[in-house]
């Protein structure tokens, strides 16, 4: 195979480097894949030399998300809060919006925002969506999560059925699963190995993907040695207040 040249040209060799960049920033399911597949991404294009990206690399635990995923940002990524700014100000204001104006229509936008959040609780107080499933769990999210995140969570419920134990180390205490999670990339198979760790007294469970650390939302790692454990009851803890259709907001 021939060497990527330092000096990169052409509109093809930059998507292809780009495109691999995205795949091991956003992919890398930990800090240790990251770092590994860094290396290999350097090596592979040449760019030891490349100024750029070694800034980013020492910038690594403030961008990268497999080093952001221990504390919880409620799945919210930069992208995501610009999205959520133009979708507040949508048909509200514009390139032509004088500051006075756009005092006047920030509050206009506060009004809507309020009106269309207290809309969706009265739907989700008032109404019930159908559970997917037959457990016992669903049911809790059911009967305490708004439509919104009851969603999500039946979504990892659905996508359990793409992920499946492949070793299990039990004892009075600790059930120790590791669990692989079928996926396709870009029509290849990038199958996905996940630790998760029960603890069958105090019902704490605890996953290498830290969806519920980053997002507040169960896994469906969770849920497929939950219903090995034959657990009918979620702890309390993993149902979070700020998700409940019951509190006045």
């Not at 956003?26 to 990251?34: P, R």
């Not at 995923?69 to 507040?88: D, R, V, Y």
């Not at 920030?106 to 997917?132: H, M, P, Q, R, V």
Request: hydrophobic letters at 35%.
């Amino acid at each position: 195979m021939k060497k990527v040249p330092k000096k990169l040209g052409g509109l093809t060799i930059y998507k292809t480097i780009k495109h691999a960049l995205k795949q091991l920033v956003y992919v890398s399911t930990s800090t240790i894949d990251f770092e590994v597949g860094w290396e290999q991404f350097i090596s592979k294009f040449a760019l030891q030399n490349n100024e750029w990206l070694s800034t980013l690399y020492e910038d690594r635990s403030r961008g990268v998300p497999c080093y952001l995923k221990s504390q919880f940002w409620t799945s919210m990524s930069t992208t995501q809060i610009s999205e959520g700014m133009n979708a507040f100000f949508d048909g509200l204001i514009n390139s032509t919006t004088t500051l006075k104006q756009f005092v006047v229509q920030y509050e206009n936008a506060l009004l809507l925002k309020a009106e269309k959040e207290i809309e969706t609780d009265f739907g989700s107080l008032n109404t019930t969506l159908t559970c997917a499933t037959q457990s016992f769990i669903e049911r809790q999210f059911q009967e305490e999560y708004t439509h919104a995140k009851l969603g999500e969570v039946q979504q990892e419920l659905r996508s359990k059925i793409n992920c499946n134990i492949k070793t299990c180390e039990c004892d009075e205490i600790y059930s120790k699963c590791m669990v692989k999670e079928e996926c396709i990339r870009n029509g290849e198979i990038a199958d996905k190995m996940h630790q998760v760790v029960f603890d069958k007294v105090t019902l704490d469970i605890q996953c290498t993907c830290v969806l519920f650390e980053f997002r507040g939302i169960i896994c469906r790692h969770y849920f497929l040695v939950l219903a090995q454990e034959e657990v009918k009851s979620l702890s309390l803890k993993y149902l979070l207040k700020r998700w409940s259709k019951h509190i006045r907001r």
